[in-house]
């Protein structure tokens, strides 16, 4: 099993006494303003376990019930893929790197143009994901805009992406009713009748709250379903700064784990202990226009404080990084990816979205730009390892026997022996003269990326999903990718 990249670095932008003020704060807010529209369940539930609703109709959360519930939630769980070989364990102190998103539009490398995002993009960024070892979850990053009807978008996601990769797989899920009547398609992708509730390999990204501070009753409803069967969930909210959370960072921080925590609550009430990712997603606003940014400064410390939060409370947490404004893998995206990935990665959260492949603040989507994220992605799991300090890497003796002998290190054992374990080497970012540049083409990286997109998406076409399996789903869904697209699963 994958167990991620232990961090053996981290970056620390909030205290001790920072981290018990913020969630003090948010205990504040949850026992004395409490969360607006709360489903019924929910509500019943949260009300003979001591909640109360005053006459506004909102949820108040004890602190002591706050309490109790981070004593009991799950501290740890499998994320299983539908192979083995790519399951991976959801904890903090570890970093593992997830796709993600919502974009509706994809980034033709060819025109510089955009275009909707379809059905067959899902499918292409599956297979591409598949490949790339440094995403371990594939959570969909683009909507089949292609499709209307509600359940048929949410059961060909579900396809598009277990039939393009056997890694974990996430999306979001219109509404609760649709959770049951999607299990026979997660059974038979699992192999046969309840067997998806063994190894659940798909998780639901719900977002549970709309801020600030009231429950998304759609989305809550879709959690519920989850939790009755056996699917684990990413319970997510997404305050921006200066527009639906306070300017102020802390403030921000503060109502986020506020709403985090009213989630986590809930859940572990109605089931205690169910595999659950606390999706503590602070975000900014520009605010000269008031629309989300996913680049700067300011995302990078909120995404690495809300990490930070959530190894507080020892519960998986997941946050969004990579999330560039630029609308191409160019060298604003670089500089707004490296800033807000780095420092997430270092949080000690463990799980990091929209690591690869989002442009255009999570509007758009590119094949060129999730390659080049793989690429940096293998630098940020180094730095995450950070140095190992002991008396044999210290290298005295080595250092004094060159010194004495060849006066370099290049024919050293101890290089040869740490040249693939201490040093990562990129695939597609350049480190040619530039005269051997020039010789070779002179290729950027998104002309390099381009080139490895086209011979992934030309050669690696799986289904992962065998012949009499398909026959059966197709029989009881309506898909909309069609078979001929597909080869048989080996």
Not at 7 to 18: E, H, I, R, V, Y
Request: charged share 20%; net charge negative; proline share 5%.
């Amino acid at each position: 099993m994958n167990k991620g990249t232990a961090l053996g670095a981290s970056f620390q932008p909030l205290s001790s006494s920072d981290m018990q003020r913020i969630h003090s704060a948010a205990l504040d807010l949850l026992e004395d303003v409490g969360m607006a529209s709360a489903t019924d369940r929910v509500l019943g539930k949260a009300v003979e376990n001591g909640c109360t609703q005053n006459d506004a109709g909102r949820l108040k959360f004890p602190r002591s019930l706050v309490e109790d519930t981070l004593a009991r939630a799950a501290k740890k769980f499998v994320v299983h893929g539908r192979d083995m070989a790519f399951d991976f364990e959801a904890r903090n102190g570890s970093v593992n790197f997830c796709t993600g998103g919502a974009a509706v539009k994809m980034l033709n490398s060819t025109t510089r143009r955009y275009r909707a995002s379809t059905l067959r993009d899902l499918y292409d960024l599956a297979r591409l994901a598949d490949t790339l070892e440094n995403i371990q979850w594939f959570a969909r990053p683009v909507v089949a805009t292609d499709i209307e009807d509600v359940f048929e978008l949410d059961a060909n996601t579900i396809y598009a992406c277990a039939a393009g990769t056997k890694k974990h797989i996430a999306t979001s899920i219109s509404l609760g009713d649709h959770v049951e009547r999607l299990m026979p398609m997660l059974d038979a992708l699992a192999g046969g009748d309840g067997e998806f509730a063994k190894r659940p390999f798909c998780t639901v990204h719900a977002t549970t709250v709309v801020s600030p501070m009231a429950f998304a009753p759609d989305n809550l409803d879709v959690a519920c379903a989850a939790l009755d069967v056996g699917m684990p969930i990413h319970c997510q909210t997404g305050p921006q700064a200066g527009a639906t959370a306070p300017a102020a960072l802390a403030g921000t921080l503060a109502q986020v784990c506020a709403e985090g925590l009213a989630s986590l609550t809930v859940i572990n009430l109605l089931k205690p202990g169910h595999p659950v990712v606390l999706g503590n997603w602070a975000f900014v606003s520009d605010l000269r226009t008031g629309a989300f940014s996913g680049g700067g400064g300011e995302q990078a410390l909120l995404g690495a404080a809300s990490g930070q939060m959530s190894a507080f409370y020892g519960i998986p947490g997941g946050m969004g990084a990579g999330m560039s404004d630029s609308k191409l893998p160019d060298n604003q995206a670089g500089f707004e990816k490296g800033l807000t990935m780095v420092l997430a990665a270092l949080s000690g959260a463990g799980l990091v979205y929209e690591s690869a492949g989002m442009l255009a603040s999570l509007l758009g989507c590119s094949f060129e730009a999730m390659i080049i994220d793989d690429d940096m992605l293998s630098s940020i799991r180094r730095i995450a390892r950070g140095i190992e300090v002991s008396d044999e890497t210290l290298s005295v003796d080595i250092i004094a026997d060159a010194i004495a002998g060849p006066g370099h290190f290049l024919g050293e054992p101890q290089t040869m022996q740490l040249m693939e374990t201490e040093f990562v080497y990129p695939r597609h970012a350049d480190r040619l003269s530039p005269e051997d540049w020039m010789k070779a083409g002179a290729k950027d990286i998104w002309d390099k990326a381009a080139d490895r997109a086209r011979d992934i998406l030309r050669d690696h076409c799986p289904s992962h999903i065998p012949p009499d399996i398909d026959a059966e789903i197709r029989n009881s869904f309506t898909l909309h990718l069609p078979p001929h697209w597909l080869k048989d699963a080996s």
